[in-house]
Structure formats: C-alpha cells, structure tokens
C-alpha cells in the first residue's frame, strides 16, 4: 500500500510563521478567508505589465477562471476569498538592486509599509488578513503560514501552491525514496502531481488569463498532514535519512495497523481493509 505523507520541510514554514505571522488559523477553513493583495513595484522596473484589476480577477473576482474558482471548486464551496482585497499599485521606493539585497521577510515588509505610508489610497493590512506580496519586476515566490510572495508574471497555478502554504497546507510527499525533485528538496517531496502542493511536479491545466492553472488537492492526503505533523514529525529527532526511512516506516505501520481512525468508525485502516474485503 503507497500511502503519501507529510514532511518536516514544514517545519521550516511552521518556525517562520511563528515569527513573522499571528494569524496561524488551523485545518480546517471553512467559509472565508481573508487576503490583503498588494501589489508593489520598485522604483526602476519600468512599466507595469498589469493594472490592479487583472490581479482581482485572477485572485479574488469569481467566474474568471482565477484562484477563488479554484478554491471554490477543490473545496466544493467550502471555501471563499470573501472579503479579500487587491490594493496597488504602491512603490516601494527602493530600487530593485536594494530589493534583492534585502532578506525574505525584508521584502515582505518593504511592500506592507510601502501600502501602509503611500501618499494616497494608504493601506493597512487588517488585523487576521493573510497576506500576498506581488512584486514587479519578479524577485522571489514563496510561501508561508500566513502569506506568500509572488512574481508578477506567475501562473495561477503557481498562486495556488503558494496561496497554499498562506493557509497552512505543506508540500505533499511520495515514499518513493529515488525521487528528488531538486538539489534542495528532500526524498519524495514533490512527488504528487495530482497535488497543487506538488506545484514543481504537478500536471499543469493551460487557463484563458493566467497562465497555467493548478490541478486539484489530494485531500485526504492533506488531511493526513495533520495526523502526521502532529503525531510523527513533531515527536521526531532523527540524524540522517537512513533513521528516518526505518522511523516513516515504523509509523506507518503503527498508523495503518494499530492507530484507531476517528474516520472508520474507530477502526484501524486495515480492520476496515478486511472488512471491505469480506
Ligand atoms: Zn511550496
């Protein structure tokens, strides 16, 4: 049985946000979910490509064909960006030299304040808002636990994942221990192409507006997540990938064969294998 699972690369994200965000509402969403959009440029990048509202209609406007399709879709209208807000564009005032000299949360931080003390139209992020930084020219894409940063030209694909990380979800993993996406990416991780939250790896749906769009998420892969960040890799120390094999392994035993599942009745994923078997 291949079973998909979770990863301590989070971690990574869950440490930041402790440090950079308060707004670290847990799984599950339901109803809305509240992003400030700011679109910010640098003093020297020239002309902007897109004005404010294409960015509302790839983020926030429904029946676009943007993100909040997409997540009123994945989550069977579950989910909403009711109440979210594309504001810009503002200048950061600093050059895009200065920019990328800047660290990750620098950057962040250069675009909220440049909102917060424009001239006109100022804007401060409301208490609780997520918030997503799109920067033009592009400098950097990621995400967190609370937030994310975008390039200018992304695709709403590449928004998905990283809108993604804003509320919480992680990268989604396969135990396939040959798979390495990339230098700096652990075993497995994003080795779920049918998972947004395998952006790198992901089957990719060309859109009308906005580049690539993303496929759907593995849900019941993400609701395992939690399972296993709370009951694994929070619990873990470990020294190399060799000990970490032998412990996923052993986990997952004890997940499939002994754990009982609020979700089968109490059950054990192999009780209820057996059960269906009969
Ligand atoms: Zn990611």
Not at 93 to 101: E, F, H, R, Y
Not at 158 to 176: Q, T
Not at 182 to 204: H, L, Q, T
Request: net charge negative; hydrophobic share 35%; charged share 20%.
């Amino acid at each position: 049985m291949k079973r998909y699972y979770a990863i301590s690369v989070a971690m990574f994200f869950i440490f930041q946000s402790f440090l950079h965000s308060a707004q670290a509402d847990g799984r599950p969403f339901r109803g809305s979910v509240k992003w400030s959009v700011l679109l910010c440029h640098f003093s020297d990048g020239g002309a902007i490509p897109h004005d404010v509202n294409y960015y509302r209609d790839m983020f926030l406007n429904q029946g676009t064909g943007g993100l909040s399709d997409y997540w009123d879709d994945i989550s069977y209208g579950g989910v909403n960006l009711n109440g979210s807000e594309v504001r810009g564009w503002f200048n950061m005032n600093i050059t895009l030299a200065q920019g990328q000299a800047l660290d990750r949360w620098g950057r962040v931080d250069a675009c909220v304040n440049a909102a917060k003390n424009a001239p006109a139209d100022a804007y401060q992020v409301p208490t609780g808002n997520r918030v997503a930084v799109i920067t033009f020219p592009s400098i950097d894409m990621f995400g967190w636990n609370g937030g994310a940063f975008l390039p200018h030209d992304i695709d709403v694909g590449g928004m998905a994942h990283e809108v993604g990380h804003g509320i919480s979800l992680n990268h989604s993993f396969s135990d396939d221990p040959n798979y390495r996406n990339a230098d700096w990416a652990a075993i497995g991780e994003y080795d779920d192409p049918w998972d947004v939250m395998s952006w790198g790896n992901a089957f990719r749906v060309p859109t009308a507006n906005f580049g690539d769009g993303p496929v759907g998420l593995n849900g019941k892969v993400e609701r395992s997540h939690g399972t296993d960040q709370r009951e694994f890799y929070q619990l873990l120390t470990y020294t190399d990938d060799v000990d970490l094999h032998a412990k996923l392994a052993e986990w997952e035993a004890f997940y499939n064969y002994y754990r009982p599942h609020g979700g089968l009745g109490v059950k054990t994923p192999y009780e209820r294998l057996i059960e269906k078997m009969r």
